[in-house]
C-alpha cells in the first residue's frame, strides 16, 4: 500500500493542495476547511514530514525577496502579497534588502549558490550587464518585479510607470493646473528613468512645457525634504517668478517629503501648490492632507511574480513570461 500524499489528502477534503498545506502548516484558514483537512488527514493516516520531504525533493522551502529598502511601504505591500502567495504554498519567505548599489544587488543573486533557498524573487534599483549575467547564471530560479532587458532570459513583472506618469499629467491638466513640475528620484535607476521618460512625454503629449524637473538623491522622505527645497528654490528664481501650480513626485515618501517642506514654506497644499505621487501606499492616507497617488499595483505584481516563481521551481523549462501590471490613481486631497 502506497504511503499517503498531500494531493491525496486534497482530494478526499475537496480541496486544493494548497489549502492543505496552509491548514498542515498553521496558516490562517476558515474553521470548516481545517475540519475537512484534518478528517482526511485521519482517515487516510497521512503523516507530514517535512524534514524527509526537504531531502527527498531537495529544497528547503525557503523562497528569498530582495527589495532595495526594506522600509519602504510600497516594498511591504508587495511583500505582503508575495507572502500569501508562497506561504499557501508551504514556503517561508526571506526578506532581505540589497540597498541602493548594483555590486550588492549581484553580490546577493551570486550568494544563492550557498543553497539557502529554492529561488529569488528580486526588485532591482539598478541594473547592468552583470547584474543580468548573476540572474542568468544563479543556480536558483529567479523572477524579477521591475524591467530588465529580455535578453536576461528571466520571469518579469513590471509597472507601467510611463502610463502612470500620463495617468497624473492629465488629472492636473483637468483641474486646471498647467505649471506643472517633476521632483524625480536619481535618473540611473529603473524607476528614475521610467519617470523622468513618462513624465516628458506626458506634459508633451498635453501641449506643455515642464517648470522645472529636480532629482532628489534617493526615493526616501529625507531626500524629498531636500529636493524639495532644492525645487522650490529654483522656481523662485525663475524669471517672472512664476511658481509651479502642481508638482509630481517619482514616489509617495519623495512627494511627502515634498509637501513638508511646502508646510515649512508657508505653502498651502493644494490651494498654491497641488502634489501627486506614485506608489499609492499606506503613506499615501496617512500623509496631511491625504496624497493623491498613482497606484502601480505593488501588490499585484508581487502576487503575479510569486505565482511566476512557484510556477518556475515547478517546471523550469517554460519560456520566461513579460508581466505589465497597469496603473490607476486615487485621487485624495492633495490635488482633487
Known amino acids: 500500500m502506497s504511503r499517503p500524499t498531500i494531493a491525496g489528502v486534497a482530494r478526499a477534503a475537496g480541496v486544493s493542495v494548497a489549502s492543505v498545506s496552509r491548514v498542515l502548516n498553521g496558516l490562517p484558514a476558515t474553521e470548516e476547511m481545517a475540519a475537512r483537512v484534518q478528517r482526511a488527514v485521519e482517515e487516510l493516516g497521512y503523516v507530514p514530514d517535512a524534514r524527509a520531504r526537504s531531502l527527498k525533493v531537495g529544497r528547503t522551502f ?26 499557501a504554498a508551504g514556503y517561508r519567505l526571506v526578506v532581505t534588502a540589497t540597498g541602493p548599489e548594483v555590486a550588492d544587488e ?39 518585479a521591475g524591467n530588465v532587458p529580455a535578453k536576461a532570459g528571466v520571469d518579469t513583472v513590471r509597472a507601467n510607470s510611463p502610463k502612470g506618469m500620463a495617468l497624473a499629467v492629465e488629472h492636473l491638466v483637468a483641474q486646471g493646473r498647467r505649471r506643472i513640475a517633476l521632483l524625480n528620484g536619481p535618473v540611473d535607476t529603473v524607476p528614475g528613468a521610467a519617470r523622468a521618460k513618462g513624465f516628458g512625454d506626458a506634459v508633451k503629449a498635453n501641449g506643455l512645457t515642464p517648470v522645472a524637473t529636480v532629482q532628489a538623491d534617493d ?24 511658481p509651479a501650480d502642481a508638482v509630481i513626485a517619482a514616489n509617495d515618501l519623495l512627494a511627502v517629503g515634498l509637501m513638508h517642506e511646502l508646510a515649512a514654506r508657508g505653502l498651502r497644499v493644494p490651494e498654491d501648490v497641488a502634489v501627486v505621487g506614485m506608489d499609492d501606499s499606506e503613506l499615501a492616507e496617512q500623509s496631511f492632507p491625504p496624497l493623491t497617488s498613482v497606484n502601480l499595483g505593488s501588490a499585484e505584481r508581487g502576487r503575479r511574480a510569486a505565482e511566476l516563481l512557484l510556477a518556475r521551481i515547478e517546471d523550469d523549462s517554460r519560456a520566461p513570461r513579460r508581466i505589465v501590471v497597469q496603473p490607476t490613481l486615487s485621487v485624495r486631497r492633495s490635488a482633487p
Open 62 to 87: 525557503q523562497l528569498t525577496l530582495a527589495v532595495a529598502d526594506v522600509g519602504n511601504p510600497v516594498y511591504v505591500t508587495m511583500m505582503r502579497a508575495v507572502e500569501e502567495v508562497v506561504a
Open 106 to 144: 549581484v553580490a546577493l543573486v551570486r550568494g544563492m549558490a550557498r543553497g539557502y533557498a529554492d529561488g529569488l524573487l528580486i526588485s532591482p534599483l539598478r541594473v547592468d550587464d552583470d547584474l543580468i549575467k548573476s540572474i542568468r547564471e544563479c543556480d536558483v530560479p529567479v523572477v524579477v
Open 219 to 242: 526615493f526616501t522622505f529625507a531626500a524629498g525634504r531636500s529636493a524639495g527645497a532644492a525645487l522650490l528654490t529654483e522656481l523662485a528664481d525663475l524669471p517672472g517668478k512664476r
